[in-house]
């Protein structure tokens, strides 16, 4: 099994930063994609931003220009930087990833607990 943990989260002001983390470790024989999704109150969970081992990047149109997801194959993290923060950004935020545990296995896919972020002057 993979786990998965997150961290960064907490309170900022608007047009503030925050850094998210998320680190995977166990049964991991390769790791196919990382990303990030988000859910606010009432709201559907979204995906916010990700990446695979075979495109590039993409995001949601409500956060392109401002937030930036980087991955660190050596450590199985995956890092998401948010910049020019506003309210409506408020949500939980979880990380999720795809994976095999051996060659050709099947895919697996875990969600992180989620990490709060909290927009408010």
């Known amino acids: 099994q993979v786990q998965l943990v997150e961290s960064g989260g907490g309170l900022v002001q608007p047009g503030g930063s925050l850094r998210l983390s998320c680190a995977a470790s166990?049964?991991?024989?390769?790791?196919?994609?990382m990303g990030w999704y988000r859910q606010a109150p009432g709201k559907q969970r979204e995906l916010v931003a990700g990446?695979?081992?075979?495109?590039?990047?993409n995001y949601a149109d409500s956060v392109k220009g401002r937030f930036t997801i980087s991955r660190d194959n050596t450590k199985n993290t995956v890092y998401l930087l948010m910049n020019s923060l506003k309210p409506e950004d408020t949500a939980v935020y979880y990380c999720?990833?795809?994976?095999?545990?051996?060659?050709?296995?099947?895919?697996?896919?875990?969600w992180g607990q989620g990490t709060q972020v909290t927009v408010s002057s």
């Open positions: 166990g049964s991991i024989y390769s790791m196919i994609a």
């Open positions: 990446t695979t081992n075979t495109g590039g990047p």
């Open positions: 999720k990833t795809t994976s095999r545990a051996r060659y050709l296995g099947p895919l697996s896919e875990t």
